[in-house]
């Protein structure tokens, strides 16, 4: 924990669009009266019919229900795109940048609206319509925004799974909100690989019973794919048989605009439901203000639209401010370590949003990467994802920002659908490390074990009292789960899974999942999932996987697991298994370490003491706490000593 203190930069004070005083006057009035702040703030988008209704919603137990602006009518697509050609049809929207330096590529808002329109035809002339769910398995390419946009036009609610999840992640996930069309590329490109999307997506469809009726294939590197006649098209052979008008399909409110499958602590990923106006209000506003987005300034959010900061902070919440947003499809480290700088230095990005993991792993290839390059565009630094250690965050805003760029450390999940705790940067005085204050309209808590709410300086479970705009509906298919897993362990508040601090100050330190979710390289994990994975495999009879602290991933995945009798541990097997989980799950989900135990920690009723792995995994072998409902305790000593001995 660090005690520095950055004030905000004179300059930033005066150009920013809220100074200290305006933060302070603005929240008071978002909590003291929400109906009247939202009823004002929603009219930042286009509605087609207003709202007369602004806020309708209940955390109560058993009934929780959340509606915002829910009488109104609009588009999704319309607001990012069409309210915005009369004035800036010929401005950038998206630059694209590729994996490839030499490959880029800029679109207008009019040229925006014309791809999107076409693919929503294309979509259109495979029976795709309103209510439909579209699922979307693209890499970092200029049709990944306009699928999105396109599927938002019609109203149809479009699943995104990144594209490095394996067939098997991508056909639980067709198979749960039941899509019966695909779009894909042929393979992506990351780093100067392939990645074989198509292939995968033909190897997820052989699992879903029934298959899908259309499969959509982008032509990214024109590597060879199979394609069955009748299902699969290329894009753009489809592309050309349509125009470039479209009607963008009226919305309620609270029709739903996508589903993102996100990591919990137990059982498969949910699919957290987004919907309409809510959502885009909220990730309208929090660009605006968070980012300090002013016309002209050139923004760059490093994330994959495969999860929720692509989707807010890529496509929605940008292009519905008109803004000029960068789309990278590459990856920090090639063809050099300077990449992002450069890019930055090509397209004069001013703000930047990355993840703390990618930061920590520029940061040890050293400052001269960055140092070779100007940089003199930037004006503001974002961070995302998982907890910003101290000395990241410093040399984020020494090296890379020259120490003229505040640093916005932004809090918030694939739930809450857009930041939630966030500095604004002309009005908050930053603190390495901490996320600091509340945005506008969010009641954080601090709770203790029991749900009483600790006031003043204080540390313990992260929830949020009442409702915002951008908040998930429900998670798809099984409202009962979404009432378990976030209002029923503090009735009538939302719990975030987060424990943190509060200071003297009344700034917020993110200390981490209290959850069985580990956060590895910024990407969300169920612990469960991999255990699955794990077992999953003939020789192993049990797994428990925790996550431990690492240098660069901020944790990792640390697999403790027994295998069959008779089966012998070995280096084989220990590299067999990583392959394993990487094909079940996708290469995030590769176990760090994997420890084979003759036994795992259980109380007398057989449920594994987790909390003893994970103080293992850390090395705290000192520290393992009350260990007196351990059915057999030898066990912990066979794990540390193997521990000791392997390091
Ligand atoms: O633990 C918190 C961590 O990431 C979790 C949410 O992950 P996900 O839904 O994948 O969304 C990531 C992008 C919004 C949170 O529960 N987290 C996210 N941002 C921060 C963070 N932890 C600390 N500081 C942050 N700025």
Known sequence: MSEKIYDVPTAWAQRAFLDDHGYRAKYEASVHDPEAFWGEEGKRIDWFEPYTVVKNTSFAPGAVSIKWFED????????????????????VAIIWEGDDPSQSRKITYQELHDEVCRFANVLRNRNVEKGDRVTIYLPMIPEAAFAMLACARLGAVHSIVFAGFSPDSLASRIRDCDSKVIITADEGLRGGRKVPLKANVDAAIAKVEGGVDHVIVVKRTGGAVEMEPGRDVWYHAAADLVTSECPATPMNAEDPLFILYTSGSTGTPKGVLHTTGGYLVYAAMTHQYVFDYHDGDIYWCTADVGWVTGHSYIVYGPLANGATTLMFEGVPNYPTNSRFWEVID???????????????????????????????????????GEPINPEAWEWYHRVVGDDRCPIVDTWWQTETGGILITPLPGATRLKPGSATQ??????????????????????????????????????????????????????????????????????????????????????????????????????????????YPHDIKGQGIYAYVTLMSGVEPSEELRKELVAWVRREIGPIASPDLVQFAPG????????????????????????????????????????????????
Not at 495 to 506: E, Q
């Open 600 to 647: 795992l920690p259980k109380t007398r009723s057989g449920k594994i003491m987790r909390r003893i792995l994970r103080k293992i995994a850390e090395d705290e072998f000192g520290n393992l706490g009350d260990t007196s409902t351990l059915a057999d305790p030898g066990v912990v000593n066979d794990l540390i000593s193997q521990r000791q001995n392997k390091k």
């Open 346 to 384: 090509k397209h004069q990005v001013n703000i930047f949003y990355t993840a703390p993991t990618a930061i920590r792993a520029l940061m040890q290839a050293g400052d001269e990467p960055v140092r070779k390059t100007s940089r003199a565009s930037l004006r503001l630094l974002g961070s995302v």
């Open 438 to 547: 509340p945005f506008f309209g969010i009641v954080p808590q601090v709770v203790d074990a029991e749900g009483k709410v600790l006031e003043g300086a204080s540390e313990g479970n992260l929830v949020i009292a009442d409702s915002w705009p951008g908040q998930m509906r429900t998670v798809y298919g099984d409202h009962e789960r979404f009432m378990q897993t976030y209002f029923s362990a503090y009735p009538n508040k939302y719990f975030t899974g987060d424990g943190c601090r509060r200071d003297d100050d009344g700034y917020y330190w993110i200390t981490g999942r209290v959850d069985d979710v580990i956060n590895v390289s910024g990407h969300r994990m169920g612990t469960a999932e991999v255990e699955s994975a794990l077992v999953a495999h003939p020789k192993v009879s049990e797994a428990a996987v925790v996550g």
């Open 72 to 91: 109104g009518v609009t588009n999704v697509a319309w607001n990012c795109i069409d309210r915005h050609l009369e004035t800036r049809g010929d401005q």
